[in-house]
């Protein structure tokens, strides 16, 4: 069965989406940018590892609305306006997800970067996830 996921946590979406989608196990968590979700607008509009702590910050309050965590995510796709910024992303992405290649059981989860034109809000990222819960480590 397929529904919804909506926090009053994380910013209503930007077009005729929803802010995920759970099925069976699996959410798929939409686009995030570093919005507040109280404000509505974006947290620093020059600051990429700004922009990525907010959009962090919104994915976790999303997948908690669907009864998970972050330790639950298991891709990431990014989209950054400027291919340079993907290193401060994955600075912010380390506090997040941390990686230890030696515990295989705990993985940070996949990653995808690729650079785009533009996006919402001019914002400079924008980060979608999918996690699956209640499966065993």
């Known amino acids: 069965m397929k529904c919804s996921v909506h926090t009053p946590n994380a910013p209503?979406?930007?077009?005729p989406h929803c802010q995920a989608v759970h099925v069976g196990s699996t959410v798929h968590i939409s686009g995030q940018i570093g919005c507040h979700p109280t404000t509505k607008e974006i947290v620093n509009v020059k600051c990429v590892k700004e922009q990525t702590e907010?959009?962090?910050?919104?994915?976790?309050?999303?997948?908690?609305?669907?009864?998970?965590?972050?330790?639950?995510?298991v891709h990431c796709?990014?989209?950054?306006?400027?291919?340079?910024?993907?290193?401060?992303?994955?600075e912010v992405f380390a506090k997040h997800f941390p990686h230890n290649p030696s515990d295989k059981s705990h993985p940070a989860p996949a990653h995808t970067c690729f650079a785009v034109k533009e996006l919402p809000k001019h914002a400079m990222v924008q980060v979608s996830a999918t996690g699956c819960i209640g499966l065993p480590n």
């Open 12 to 15: 209503e979406t930007f077009g």
């Open 77 to 90: 796709m990014v989209c950054v306006t400027n291919m340079e910024d993907c290193q401060h992303v994955n």
């Open 54 to 73: 907010q959009a962090l910050k919104n994915v976790k309050a999303i997948i908690e609305a669907a009864g998970g965590s972050m330790k639950d995510i």
